[in-house]
């Protein structure tokens, strides 16, 4: 369980989000949902305990994230939006180190490797440079790093950016099959991919959360068509 | 659950990112033509010297050390966290289940072997003595160990400089600054300079006695092995690789 109430996040005077209050359960898949620079990313970063808030409170299955920073990082997968992969190591070596330092080994640590090769679909370059690999296959990579552990939560920042529409499938299904008993929060600004894959939204904008919610209860409170675009823009018209 | 960690995870942790960088090292070119030019400036400077002295020590070699760090350390330090800012793998690193003093100290110890596996290049000149004649091998020792505590010094501050930055010239060039201070400020044409620019404080003085790593290191170098020395440079070494670890921390907030 995630709870995130009166969350704020400053960079020194600039504020980045302000009065971000949700809670996730077991099960869901959401979509946070926003333009560029309305801080999807710094909430995943405080969620990941990348960031620390500047006020209010985030807890992890009742652990404070400022205070229990190494359990909560035990419980997730994340992975940035910048895809960040150490370039000149090989796929499968990357992936191992993630695991060791992930506390993983042995027996377990094959399994799991085994398990993420299979599922993201890495076996083509397995024993390739990383920045000889496409940029969706990087991508592809960032998940199987984040999933290496097998986290109870999921925290992925635009995880099919330079996906081609069949690596979108495919990471729908992946994302379907994985939500079973787990947390998955996923962002984007692309907001078709964000309808057909997630439960449940989140709508930020300009830093303040603006929606939360299902999409047939959205559109019934905002009274506009069961179209996610069509309630973005009210929203985002209702609060510019 | 407990945020605390157990000794025997909390030096796991090390050695998965001290196998990293390592691995690191090996992988990358630059490491290798670092090292050379290291070896090649510093062994030709030795032998150059050698010959016009002819005598059977490595004096020469270990005299110039330091002006040779000033220039080699930040080069292999430079990249150890400016890359992984501008890389972002930050990130990654710091949302493990790490803490980051464990991140700081696995960069630390691969930087060190990589320095002390460029210093063995030099072990080629010991066995040329010792074909020779007979030099003194407590004297060499010695030498050697003020190296080593002069180079882990450096790696300290060549860390905590790329910890400031993004950018890996910016941390080269603050490293070698940095080194230029610790080890001009015990130079005597240095000392005698400030000195004169305000005489009733004994700035040049001050500066030597306090900060300079030239007495403590030339006492190894004469084949003395003072504890002072050795706590100088431990302790100078931990606090910047705690400066390090605070820089950080406060990325964070």
Redesign the interface.
């Known amino acids: 369980m995630i709870q995130v109430t009166d969350v704020a996040k400053w960079y020194g005077s600039i504020r980045a989000v302000e009065n971000i209050s949700f809670s996730l359960a077991p099960g869901e898949i959401v979509g946070f949902v926003g333009p560029n620079g309305a801080g999807k990313s710094t909430v995943l970063k405080m969620l990941a305990t990348y960031l620390l808030p500047t006020s209010g409170k985030i807890t992890i299955d009742g652990l404070d994230a400022v205070s229990h920073p190494l359990s909560i990082r035990r419980k997730i997968g994340y992975l940035s939006g910048d895809t960040p992969l150490y370039q000149a190591m090989r796929v499968d070596k990357f992936l191992r180190f993630c695991g060791k330092a992930r506390g993983l080994s042995g027996n377990v640590l094959k399994k799991n490797l085994a398990w993420v090769v299979d599922i993201c679909g890495l076996s083509p370059h397995l024993y390739k440079r990383i920045d000889q690999c496409s940029t969706g296959f990087r991508q592809r990579i960032g998940v199987g790093a984040a999933l290496i552990h097998d986290p109870p939560i999921l925290l992925l920042d635009e995880p099919t950016h330079g996906f081609d529409p069949l690596q979108v499938l495919a990471f729908r299904d992946l994302i379907q099959s994985l939500s079973e008993n787990r947390i998955i929060l996923f962002s984007s600004h692309i907001i078709p991919e964000v309808s057909t894959l997630s439960d449940r939204l989140l709508i930020i904008h300009q830093g303040n959360l603006l929606a939360d919610g299902r999409i047939d209860n959205l559109a019934e409170k905002t009274g506009q068509p069961r179209d996610l675009e069509a309630i973005f823009i009210h929203l985002v018209r209702q609060e510019n | ?3 605390r ?1 157990r000794p025997k ?1 909390f030096a ?2 090390i050695g ?2 001290f ?2 960088e390592i ?2 090292y090996v ?2 070119p630059i490491a290798y033509i670092y090292a050379s030019v290291f070896l090649i400036l510093s062994c030709s400077t030795f032998m150059n010297a050698f010959f016009l002295k002819g005598a059977l020590d490595m004096a020469p070699y270990f005299d110039l050390l330091p002006y040779f760090l000033i220039l080699f350390i930040p080069a292999i330090t430079m990249r150890a966290w400016a890359e992984e800012y501008s ?6 690193l ?6 980051s003093i464990q991140i700081v100290i696995g960069k630390y110890l691969s930087a060190l072997v990589f320095y002390l596996t460029a210093l063995l290049g030099t072990s080629p000149i010991v066995l040329m003595l010792l074909f020779l004649g007979d030099p003194d091998l407590g004297l060499i020792f010695s030498s050697y160990l003020g190296a080593l505590c002069l180079g882990s010094f450096f790696l300290s501050f060549g860390l905590f400089a790329s910890g400031l930055t993004r950018n890996q010239i910016v941390a080269y060039v603050i490293a070698v600054l940095l080194g230029f201070v610790f080890v001009l400020s015990g130079h005597e044409k240095v000392v005698e300079i400030l000195d004169g620019l305000a005489p009733a404080y004994h700035i040049g003085n001050l500066l030597y006695e306090s900060l300079s790593v030239v007495p403590h290191y030339s006492a190894f170098t004469r084949g003395i092995i003072a504890l002072p020395a050795v706590l100088y440079f431990f302790f100078l070494s931990a606090f910047f690789l705690w400066m390090n670890n605070r820089s950080l921390k406060r990325d ?2």
């Open positions: 659950m407990s945020d960690l995870d796991r942790g998965v990112i196998a990293r691995n690191a992988d990358t890389q972002h793998t930050i990130e990654l710091m949302t493990m289940p790490l803490i964070r907030e």
